[in-house]
């Protein structure tokens, strides 16, 4: 089920009731001036006016064009800066999910661990306020969510400075498109997810089944469940389809061309080339694909695990 329209989020009301203000006070506006420009064409036209006269000044008028539009903006301001302080404000009881971003992925980690990818997408519970934490990896990236009117950028952190955040609370159950709303880079448009809300008894059960999942995949293939963690399958595939990269499937052991320096050369997949590709991934290109992955920042035993299941996947 989608859900799109309507009052999502407690956002919605004082969010829309800005825009509304906003596009009201900018039709009176337009109809206002273009009315008394119509009138001013007609009333001081050459025909009823054949002599001129030079207007000097009009107190009254000036302060009247200076007053109404100083009152205005500032109504303007008081609503938007209602809602703006209200969309910092994070409730004392909400619950903290954080969110990681890359290019070009999603990754939410849930208070008990648990981590859902850009396919997997955001599941929270109904009539629940959500904490999230906002840290890209890379570029800067923006959290949407437009049925919700949550927008916050997903800034690198500095040193020394803390992550951006947001927070919303869904009213409605149903699922709702999830989006980054700033360019960054080649395959932005890629980084396309859901937010699930569930009932909180559905939550709960969900929660549970997951985490129970996630904890066997790790045990079973450490590897496999780190990739999905870190969204590498958003551009490698294990079924020997062709993406963004190279298929995982069938390529330990593969000769391959690559690209290095602009020069071309050939080169065998093994460990060595696995870690070099995860730590520099720019430095050997696979011909007929771009240099657009980031390196990836894991530990030596995450490397370990993950040629591991690239092993496996030639085994199969």
Same mark, same amino acid.
């Given at each position: ?49 054949? @002599? !001129?006269?030079? #207007?000097?000044? =009009?107190?009254?008028?000036? $302060?009247?064009?200076?007053?109404? /539009?100083?009152?205005? %903006? ?53 009539? @629940? !306020?959500?904490? #999230?934490?906002? =840290?890209?990896?890379?570029? $800067?990236?923006?959290?949407?969510? /437009?049925?919700?009117? %949550? ?166």
């Amino acid at each position: 089920m989608n859900i799109n329209t309507g009052i999502a989020s407690v956002f919605n009301q004082d969010v829309d009731f800005s825009f509304f203000l906003i596009f009201t006070i900018s039709i009176l506006c337009l109809v206002g001036i273009t009315g008394f420009m119509i009138f001013s064409i007609f009333k001081y036209s050459k025909k009823n006016n054949p @002599t !001129p006269s030079n #207007l000097e000044g =009009h107190t009254g008028l000036e $302060i009247i064009w200076t007053v109404i /539009p100083t009152i205005l %903006v500032m109504f303007i301001f008081y609503f938007g800066a209602k809602g703006f302080i209200k969309m910092r404000t994070v409730p004392e009881n909400a619950m903290e999910i954080k969110v990681d971003a890359g290019m070009w992925w999603w990754k939410f980690t849930y208070p008990n661990g648990l981590e859902q990818n850009t396919e997997q997408g955001l599941t929270v519970p109904v009539s @629940t !306020p959500i904490y #999230l934490p906002l =840290h890209s990896a890379d570029v $800067i990236h923006s959290f949407y969510v /437009p049925a919700f009117r %949550v927008k916050m950028d997903v800034v690198p952190k500095p040193l020394g400075t803390k992550d951006n955040y947001t927070w919303f609370e869904a009213i409605q159950e149903g699922d709702y498109d999830l989006f980054c709303a700033e360019y960054c880079g080649q395959n932005h448009a890629q980084m396309l997810s859901k937010v699930h809300v569930l009932s909180k008894i559905d939550y709960d059960a969900w929660l549970a089944g997951q985490t129970s999942e996630q904890k066997k995949l790790q045990s079973e293939s450490p590897g496999k469940a780190l990739l999905l963690s870190k969204g590498c399958f958003a551009c490698h595939s294990s079924d020997g389809s062709k993406i963004i990269g190279p298929s995982f499937k069938g390529l330990f052991g593969k000769m391959e061309t690559v690209v290095t320096n602009g020069e071309e050369r050939n080169i065998l997949v093994d460990e060595a080339y696995i870690k070099q590709s995860i730590l520099e991934p720019s430095k050997d290109i696979v011909k007929g694909f771009q240099p657009i992955m980031p390196p990836l920042p894991v530990s030596e035993q995450e490397i370990i695990d993950i040629i591991a299941h690239i092993k496996e996947l030639v085994e199969e």
